[in-house]
Every structure is written in structure tokens, then in C-alpha cells.
């Protein structure tokens, strides 16, 4: 892809003209120039004020030019190929390659039976690794649970600890502390063998806080990732007509400011960081001051903004295919399905929300293994009808002919499995005798067997001996470094 | 070649759904002396059954199965005339007359109870689509099957159903042969009020009710 080119936008869905893009693009740079951003951190302002940018120390605000931009985006790749535990290329992130993975970070995992919320524990996460790793559809990890059986201090190392201990696929994952981050790279070279940089299997989500800030811990994330070139996955979270304006326009212009200034510190600690042009941005709800994750016009500013990363030349991530309904019931169907069929022909390179109910704080396994069917169709929408001379197959409907069928051709069994997306038990289509016949159950009672089925047929994937060795020894020391 | 090996390739050949070789192979199995109930069973039956399997797992469909049953069909023609009396008797489970009624031009659902009889034993004679009552009759009388299926997609063809049934009432067939209907609008009430022995939902359940309907006929 190259930077600032139209020619990458191939998407199926455009929410957004070329006209519309660059009004958002100049919009955004004049805030960069004029109002600036800030950041709460000394080594960032030391950064920029070295490299000669306008800061003021005292108010922590950087203006940042639109050369300065310019340059950034140029040195950032604009494709990035996240490994699996295993060193085999798992995602190319680039162009519209779609790629899904469990939203991230719930506090709270739902329990089915009840349809109660508890707190997450370390074994509840271990499973969860195990199902995703079964599931076809969704490509990576993610650090999926906060988990409530260690101390908060110490939970975004653990929580890595966890799933890099289980299971195989990529993780997205993220820091909540400075130290956090340091330790969590540690775990990742020893799993890499000390290739981490070269062949990178985690990216780190870096949040700034809306509006027009970065924080001390995620601003040090930043450079810290750019530092070990690690992959980032800069991430907005603008709230409109709270924290960013009630125009979905002015809601992706602050997200645009937001997403450059961060890209531009990476680019300056060191050009070249790999970054991806991340968000999760959400409406305000006017009537009860909630974050619908699956409010339309939350999925429509995701799929706006993911445009101008692809203006960019970068690889592009969104907040999608999550529901605030409270438990997984037909509400939690339709909105994730919106999200992953929206993001789907977006072409959003990593997609972050399946599994998710109760906007951004809780986890469901159930949810999460029929989420799996929505991404296998919304991946199967995107490959497209197929037009080939064997495709059209005049031919064969010459042969056959009036009053005949296709079912004992050839060319019905070459075609069929690339042609049919074929679903799992989660989606039903017996006839309704059969249906009945076994047990007449819906489709979260269909989940929740296969989740446990799925967990009886598999383990989790244990990590070599030395390095489970080395892992456990970080984690003790952080255990010990807080007085645990 | 040892036989065991060469009814294996058969196996394998139906698996791989590759009509020219199961045939080759048959040829050769029939050329080396292998029996043909050996043939039968040990190659053409344990392909199928492994076709079957491989449908039930979720990695074979429809289509695959279609065309499993119809390379088997065809090779058990070639065979038929190599058995015995006593073998044709022993190896067929029952005769099957099967039709879609007349002015019904849809034969999709009674092709594919056609094959799924097949595959499980029995002897289909396939009368096709539009078949009107009249044919039935008279192919009833030449082939004295042990059960009558009629088919019917539309619910303005289903009552050509309950002709048929009148006719082998008033030709006095209608007690050497079992009838079932079958049908997208055909339901369970349907198939009593116009008085058919049984009714299917789909393939796989006409084989059961019809394998149901002959051991009531065993046991009387």
C-alpha cells in the first residue's frame, strides 16, 4: 500500500467519499497545528522537544505539523505479519485482509446458566484460550479476561502469562502498567527465543484518553513498544457528544488527531515501529449516559475511520462485533453481526470484539463460539462471487438440461465446499422433525454444548518445560516486586 | 493382486467417487474368480457404508452420497446376473416402485429416496415424474413390488396421491402392496385420510418406515 493514496481504499463498503476523506484529513492536521495535543508524560515531551517540535512544558501540549505528519506516516509499514506461538506467519496484516479475535479485558464473565455475571478467574481465561484456539474463524488470542485471582497490579502480565502458557495463536493484548509492559515483552522473547522484533506474535493495544490526551502509562506503552518494535494498535476511544463532538464527522476527525499524534511519537522513538491504526470508539447514550458498542452509528464511525488508516497506507483495527445486551440472547445476535459484517466489507485488517456482551465488560464463551459462525459468513461474504468459465458453468447447465439436476455432477462436488460456507451444530437447518427429535434446543443452548464439548476434546497447549520455567520466574518476581 | 487387496481398491475407488476405476476393478475382481457376493460385500457395500460415514462426519454431503449410490447401483447391475437364485433373495431386502404423481413435474426429493433405498438394499424401480395412475397400475402388475412410493411437491398434485390409492383399491392391489406418500405439503394427517400405509419426512425416514412396514409384513 502506499501513503496517502486513494488507490488502497478497495473496500466493498465506503462510508466515506475521497472528498470526505480529505476534509476529515486537513480538519485533523489543523488541530494537530493549532490546539495541539497532550501528553502526560516527561519522556514524551522531552521526545518531541528535542526533535524540535513547538511544546509547551508546563500545559504538556505538543503541536505537531503536518510535515512532521507526513514523514511519520511515510516511515511506518504499511504491512505487519503477526506470528503464532509456533514462529508460523499467522496474520498479514495489509490491504483487506480480515482478520477476528475476542473483544478484550471484560471484568466480568457471564454465566449461562443463570445469566449472572462473577468475576473471571485465571482457569476460566485458560479455557477461554482453549476455545478460541479451536475456533476457525477467530484468528488470535486476546488477553480476553481481567482476571480477579491475582492482584490488579500485577493482572496484564498475568493475564499474557496465561494464554502464552495455553495457547498457540497471535495475541492482542495490552499493558496496564508501565512496568506491566516491560515484563510482558520479557515473556514474549522467551517465547520467541529472543526473535520478538523480527517475528512478532502479540500486539499491544495503547489507548489515548479522549479528548486530545495521552496518558503517562499509555504514552510510556507507546514509546516503549516502538522502542522493542513491538507492534502497536493505537486505539481511540472518542464518545460522542461526551468526550469528542455529537457529529459522527467531528467524532472522526478528533479519532484522526488522536491516531496521528500517537503515530508520530512511535515514528520519532524509532521510524520504521510497526503500527496499526486502531479505535474503539462508541456514541454517547443520551438517555442513560451508557457506551453502545453495538449502536449503529458506533459501527459506522469504526468503519469511517478505518478508511482514512487505509488513505494512510496502514493496517487498520477496530472495536467490533460486540452487543450491550446483558446476556447472549437475540440482541447480542444482531448487533455483533452488524459489526463483523460491516468491518467485514470495510476490510478491517483486525477486528476485536467477538464474544463481548454488556458493551466493553464481559465475556461470554457461548457468545463467543457463535460469533464464530458470524465471522465464517462475513468472511465468506467478502471472497465474493466467484465468475469463472467453470464458475457460470454453461456447460454443465447445457448437459443437464431442462427438468434435471446438479446433484451427481462433478462439478457440484469440486465446487460445493468453495462455494457453501458450511456451519457449525450453532446454526440449525434440520427439517423441524429432526430438530425436534434431538431435543428442539436453541442456539445458546447449542453454544453452551458446544463450548462444553469443546473443552472436553481439547487442552490447552502446554509451552516447552524451560520456558514455562522462565515465564513462571518473571511472574514470581512481579509477585514479589509488590510484596505478594 | 491379492483379493483382499483389490476389493480394498474398490472400497477405496467408491470413496474417492471414481466410476471408471471401481468399474476396471470389478472387471478384475469378476476376472480372477472372486465371488460377486464377495464383491458385493467386501468392496462395493463397504465403500458405500464408507461413503455413509464420511457424510455423517460432516465431510461428505449430499452430492458425495448421490454419487456413491449410483456407482454402486451400477456395478450391482453388472453383477446381478453372476449370482444365484438364492443370492438375489438373500442380497435384496424388498422391491420398490417409486413415482412422482401426474402433473408434478418435481422428481428431487423422490430421486433422492430413490438412492438412499438403494443404498440400503433395496431393488428400486423408478418410474420418474408426471406418472399418472394408470402407469402405476400396470407397472405394479409387472413388477409385483413389495411397496408403493408416490411423490408430490404441490398441493394441487397431492391428490393425485389419493387416486392412485383408489385405483389399486378398485383393481384389488391395494392388499398386496404397501403405499407411502411423501412430499413437501404431504403430512402424517394427509397420508391417514387418504389411507397410505406410512409417510416420510425426508430420505432417510423412508427408508426406516419402509424397512418397518416389510417386517410388519415378516411377521403376518
Given at each position: ?60 501540549i505538543?503541536?505537531?505539523?503536518e ?22 506467519e499467522a ?17 466480568n464473565i ?34 480476553a ?29 495490552g ?8 515484563d ?14 523480527k517475528?512478532p506474535?502479540?500486539?499491544?493495544d ?15 506503552n ?37 491516531a ?10 524509532n ?73 467485514a ?39 465474493g ?65 458446544i ?26 518476581n ?7 | ?86 443370492e ?54 409387472e ?10 411437491l ?5 391428490y ?15 392388499n ?45
Amino acid at each position: 500500500m502506499n501513503k496517502f493514496d486513494f488507490s488502497n481504499i478497495k473496500s466493498k463498503l465506503q462510508l466515506l467519499t475521497k472528498e470526505d476523506i480529505e476534509k476529515i484529513h486537513s480538519s485533523a492536521i489543523r488541530i494537530l497545528e493549532k490546539i495541539g495535543i497532550m501528553f502526560d508524560n516527561k519522556e514524551a515531551l522531552k521526545i518531541f522537544n528535542e526533535n524540535g517540535f513547538e511544546v509547551d512544558l508546563e500545559k504538556k501540549i505538543v503541536k505537531i505539523n503536518e510535515e512532521a505528519i507526513k514523514e511519520a506516516i511515510i516511515k511506518a509499514p504499511s504491512r505487519i505479519i503477526i506470528y503464532d506461538r509456533n514462529g508460523k506467519e499467522a496474520l498479514f496484516l495489509e490491504e483487506n485482509n480480515v482478520y477476528y479475535n475476542p473483544g478484550s479485558a471484560a471484568i466480568n464473565i457471564l454465566d449461562i446458566e443463570t445469566n449472572n455475571i462473577r468475576k473471571p478467574t485465571s482457569k476460566d481465561l485458560e479455557k477461554f484460550s482453549i476455545i478460541v484456539d479451536s475456533l476457525p474463524y477467530i484468528h488470535a488470542q486476546s488477553t480476553a479476561l481481567i482476571v480477579s485471582d491475582v492482584p490488579e497490579i500485577i493482572s496484564d502480565r498475568y493475564r499474557l502469562y496465561i494464554i502464552l502458557k495455553n495457547a498457540i495463536k497471535p495475541i492482542i493484548t495490552g499493558a496496564f502498567t508501565i512496568d506491566g509492559l516491560h515484563d510482558m515483552v520479557k515473556m514474549l522473547k522467551i517465547v520467541t527465543n529472543n526473535e520478538l522484533s523480527k517475528k512478532p506474535i502479540a500486539i499491544f493495544d495503547v489507548c489515548p484518553s479522549p479528548p486530545l490526551m495521552w496518558s503517562e502509562i499509555t504514552s510510556q506503552n507507546l514509546i516503549d513498544c516502538a522502542k522493542y518494535m513491538v507492534p502497536a494498535e493505537i486505539v481511540p476511544m472518542p464518545l460522542s457528544g461526551a468526550t469528542a463532538p455529537v457529529t459522527l464527522a467531528g467524532t472522526i476527525v478528533q479519532h484522526t488527531v488522536e491516531a496521528l499524534s500517537g503515530i508520530v511519537l512511535s515514528q520519532i522513538v524509532n521510524p520504521g515501529a510497526p503500527i496499526i491504526y486502531g479505535g474503539s470508539p462508541a456514541i454517547f447514550e443520551m438517555r442513560y449516559g451508557t457506551t453502545p458498542m453495538g449502536a449503529i452509528e458506533t459501527i459506522m464511525i469504526d468503519c469511517s475511520y478505518a478508511l482514512i488508516g487505509k488513505y494512510y497506507g496502514l493496517p487498520t483495527h477496530s472495536y467490533l462485533g460486540l452487543s450491550d445486551s446483558k446476556i447472549v440472547d437475540i440482541q447480542a445476535g444482531f448487533e455483533s453481526s452488524i459489526g463483523i459484517i460491516l468491518g467485514a466489507l470495510t476490510g478491517i485488517n483486525v477486528i476485536s470484539g467477538p464474544g463481548m456482551i454488556d458493551f466493553e465488560s464481559c465475556q461470554s464463551m457461548e457468545k463467543l463460539v457463535i460469533d464464530n459462525e458470524i465471522c465464517g459468513m462475513a468472511l465468506r461474504l467478502i471472497k465474493g462471487i466467484n465468475i469463472t468459465e467453470d464458475s457460470l458453468a454453461i456447460e454443465l447447465i447445457e448437459k443437464i438440461g431442462p427438468g434435471g439436476h446438479f446433484l451427481t455432477s462433478k462439478h457440484t462436488i469440486e465446487w460445493l465446499k468453495r462455494e457453501f460456507f458450511i456451519p457449525s451444530e450453532i446454526i440449525d437447518r434440520f427439517e423441524r422433525k429432526i430438530w425436534i427429535e434431538k431435543n428442539h434446543k436453541d442456539c445458546i443452548q447449542r453454544a453452551k454444548e458446544i463450548v462444553e464439548k469443546i473443552l472436553k476434546e481439547n487442552e490447552s497447549k502446554k509451552l516447552e518445560k524451560e520456558k514455562e520455567k522462565a515465564l513462571d520466574e518473571i511472574i514470581n518476581n512481579s509477585f514479589k516486586k509488590y510484596g505478594f | 493382486m491379492s483379493n483382499l487387496i483389490l476389493l480394498n481398491k474398490i472400497v477405496k475407488s467408491i470413496i474417492d467417487l471414481n466410476d471408471k476405476e471401481v468399474k476396471e476393478l470389478v472387471e478384475e475382481a469378476i476376472k480372477i474368480g472372486i465371488s460377486p457376493i464377495k464383491i458385493i460385500e467386501d468392496g462395493l457395500s463397504k465403500g458405500l457404508k464408507e461413503v455413509g460415514l464420511l457424510y455423517e462426519k460432516g465431510e461428505y454431503f449430499i452430492p458425495h452420497l448421490m454419487i456413491a449410490a449410483e456407482i454402486f447401483k451400477e456395478n450391482i447391475e453388472r453383477l446381478k446376473p453372476l449370482l444365484s437364485i438364492e443370492e438375489k433373495k438373500d442380497k435384496i431386502l424388498g422391491r420398490v416402485l417409486i413415482g412422482t404423481v401426474k402433473g408434478d413435474l418435481h422428481d428431487l426429493g423422490k430421486n433422492l429416496v430413490a438412492i438412499m433405498l438403494s443404498i440400503n438394499g433395496f431393488e428400486v424401480i423408478d418410474l420418474g415424474k408426471d406418472v399418472p395412475t394408470e402407469l402405476f397400475i400396470e407397472k405394479i402388475k409387472e413388477y409385483n413390488p413389495d411397496v408403493v412410493g408416490l411423490s408430490a411437491l404441490m398441493s394441487t398434485t397431492m391428490y393425485e396421491q389419493k387416486n392412485v390409492i383408489k385405483a389399486l383399491e378398485n383393481s384389488g392391489l391395494r392388499n398386496k402392496v404397501k403405499v407411502i406418500v411423501g412430499g413437501a405439503p404431504v403430512t402424517k394427517e394427509w397420508a391417514e385420510e387418504i389411507g397410505a400405509d406410512g409417510y416420510a419426512e425426508n430420505a432417510i425416514e423412508a427408508v426406516k418406515i419402509i424397512k418397518n412396514l416389510l417386517k410388519k409384513n415378516d411377521e403376518k
